[in-house]
């Protein structure tokens, strides 16, 4: 898959990597939409494309698929000896193949189907410029050394490693591949290979923080993390780096290739006290050096709102890191980036040094009794519970109030479910947050629904919390 | 002068940073061709755009002069009451005046004049695009941190200080100036202030290397410094290896706004004993990540000259850092740039590994009987001369071989004249070096002519060959 960054635009062709565990019904309406020609697959997920090329219209002639065999993993069986496999078609190449280089900067180079957090995934296009710049532009936000040891927790698959499958290439770092990204194996990759730097959304910092002392290993020397993709919760990030990991955040899109944003580090922050000192970090930061504007605006006017840390509005991005636009959808691209701006979605805040925090998406905001009420805000809080593993609030139906927040919640190792008690948590909540916040359905379960990149189908919860029924007034009901 | 960076471009002018040490003639010359409106100047070099003013023809109508005063330098004079100080400038300004972006990203952002080892200076246009791309790839090239400590040993009117003026503001570095380069001042500077990084040519290197001991201070920790300019004799490398200082190696031009390729590194050439990895590190190297190709020609055809390290031809660099061209200069601007490719007029080898290795400025090359003289390789040997301090090589007419190799040669602290003599140094360079390639004569100075950017000033040392007068046939000449 590493190879496949490279070869594939090198022939002329454009990428697009498809997450391994989405159904074979989505990867079929990707394959077909992209106009797919060629599948390259690992042996482990074979069934995937097989099932959807079945699934495609008649009219599609099928894409041809190659197997890549992987000799280093002995559980798998090898592709049948009738399957072309990417090591017989390499021996079919032609070594003086002169590498295709596209005609001009604004050729497209990559496609990714936004997945995850919505249940309708757009093609997002980018240029080889775009690429280019994404690459150098978070090398040097992350003051990247040459030769790093980079573990690849975060998979390629997505929105394609935040650029660092071509910035290895730059700075000459080795590429540590997973299988199977879990606390276990993490440790013993960065233990036995020196493992320099890695990135992952704050769910596998959760991991990390959370694994029992038994697969805990030290850490070989200086072990740089860089989040994103969530809010991290305070929390999380103040039991990550406890255990010796430095931990970067950064905000960025599929439709911006990687980080939009950086939460770069003002050193006067080392002198707050620990808590404070997560909440700072745990802001999106400040635009990265090849972004040319952020800024928070009204989302109808496009006017900026007040750089107060309290006003919210949509979080707007300029620069030459934002998607050529989303593949054969004009609508939605017009819709995204009509006036020059890519409007992300996202709702945030800027604070009066500069800095974005995001506060939520915006279909996750719950609109409670007229008041916006931040998910992420809620969550941040109830992450703060020692018993807690995870959260997610969402809206869940109100006859009176409209919507009320409702809390999924999962427990840590040892904590079964009961020892925490739905009220307990509430009025644990209640000393902690203002009432209106306060989650008046708290429902406890083993895991979150989680995409594969670990971000919490929220959708997937707002789903269960609608047929859950309306709560009424100022009664909270139980699953 | 670091405010001017900015400032200039961002008022939308373009930016001339002009050679202090220039005289006024010259500097009349460049205000002239530049069509130069505003002047701003230290007051330790009032005199110069003064003298400079009253030498520009009738039809030039003089610039306004802004003094820049400097509160920190207690020697200087301030500017005169009556001057337009920047201060006062500056008390004038809108606070809300809008930065003036350029209209698209091939405006022109800045003007060198080339200086230095030519007598005939000519305008390297550089455009809002360039500039960005060769601050970026500048940083990942080195592996730059956040928050680097950055000290001026190169002057920021040499190629715009290779690109780190915007660099640093782009890591948030701590730059620190210095009034007069010279080894006390550096050393001090480096202990006071903690620094981490530097440029400079190898003369600079040379001077650290062969400070006085009292002089030297033990670095305060990693020590980094960039060289480039010239190719750093083997020897000099490695005494500022040996004092601690980390040495990474590039090799850049006026027209490509800073290093176009880089010595990168590798990790085997650490088991090469010192003189070695001193001469692997001496190569110019490899193109930097935003290079698109570098190679070396055959300056008449265009086609590329086998890789086998010794097969020499003309430099040739593609990229985004290539310049837009001369200023008002098209005959110049079409015999560098005409197919796409920049000719560097330097000349050099390709090894097998892909490195490149400079030989010779075409110029500076000598021939003699036939044969091409690299005068740098020439120089290389003779700087492992124990007494040598600086050496350089040029031509000078021979009644029989055309030319012959004129070593000009500066000694060390403690080592007057007389203690080495020519005939010693010749006798000491034949077991070293081809016949051919041996110096007929060698002059003894106290000191090479150099640029203000410390490189020896070639054409003034040819001009002293030629007045010599030819050499006979096998009798070399004193002066």
């Not at 944003?261 to 050096?289: H, I, M, Y």
């Not at 969550?379 to 009320?404: K, M």
């Not at 379960?445 to 670990?454: A, F, I, V």
């Amino acid at each position: 898959m590493y190879e496949m960054q490279f070869g594939v635009p090198m022939s002329g062709a454009v990428l697009n990597n498809i997450n391994t565990r989405l159904d074979a019904r989505t990867v079929s309406v990707l394959l077909h939409h992209s106009g797919s020609k060629l599948v390259l697959v690992d042996p482990a997920s074979l069934q995937l494309p097989e099932d959807a090329l079945r699934l495609l219209p008649p009219e599609h002639s099928a894409p041809r698929v190659v197997v890549a065999d992987d000799p280093h993993e002995k559980e798998l069986l090898p592709a049948p000896a009738t399957a072309l496999t990417y090591e017989r078609l390499l021996e079919k190449g032609d070594p003086d193949f002169a590498w295709v280089r596209p005609a001009n900067e604004w050729e497209p180079m990559i496609l990714n189907y936004t997945s995850g957090t919505t249940s309708a995934p757009k093609g997002v296009l980018h240029c080889h410029r775009g690429i280019f710049l994404i690459t150098l532009d978070s090398l040097v936000d992350w003051g990247m050394p040459a030769r790093p040891t980079y573990l690849w927790t975060l998979p390629m698959f997505h929105v394609n490693g935040w650029s660092f499958p071509w910035g290895m290439a730059v700075v000459g770092g080795t590429n540590v591949c997973l299988r199977r990204v879990d606390a276990a194996d993490v440790y013993a990759a960065i233990s036995r290979h020196g493992v320099t730097h890695l990135c992952g959304a704050p769910v596998v910092l959760n991991m990390l923080a959370n694994a029992p002392e038994a697969v805990r290993k030290t850490l070989p020397g200086n072990v740089e993390i860089l989040t994103g993709g969530a809010p991290p919760p305070a929390a999380v990030l103040h039991r990550t780096e406890a255990i010796g990991f430095k931990v970067r955040h950064g905000y960025g899109l599929c439709e911006t290739a990687g980080l939009a944003t950086s939460c770069v580090w003002n050193a006067e922050w080392d002198k707050l006290p620990a808590t404070e000192r997560a909440r700072f970090k745990a802001r999106q930061g400040v635009r990265t050096p090849a972004t040319a504007e952020v800024d928070v605006v009204d989302e109808k006017t496009g006017r900026s709102m007040p750089r107060d840390g309290s006003t919210v509005g949509e979080v707007v991005i300029r620069g030459g890191c934002v998607m050529l636009g989303y593949f054969n959808d004009e609508a939605a691209t017009g819709a995204a980036i009509g006036d020059g701006w890519f409007y992300t979605g996202d709702v945030g805040v800027m604070h009066p040094d500069g800095y974005l925090e995001i506060r939520d998406r915006s279909k996750d905001v719950i609109i409670s009794g007229g008041e916006n009420i931040s998910s992420v805000e809620v969550e941040s809080v109830l992450y703060g519970h020692p018993a807690e593993n995870e959260a997610a609030v969402v809206a869940r139906p109100d006859e009176f109030w409209g919507e009320t927040p409702c809390a999924f919640v999962s427990l840590k190792w040892g904590n079964g479910r009961g020892e925490l008690t739905e009220a307990e948590l509430v009025a644990w909540s209640r000393e902690r947050m203002p009432r209106y916040m306060v989650p008046k359905t708290v429902v406890f379960r083993d895991e979150l629904p989680k995409t594969s990149t670990g971000k919490i189908q929220k959708y997937v919860l707002r789903n269960i919390a609608k047929e859950m029924g309306p709560t009424s007034r100022g009664v909270s009901s139980k699953m």
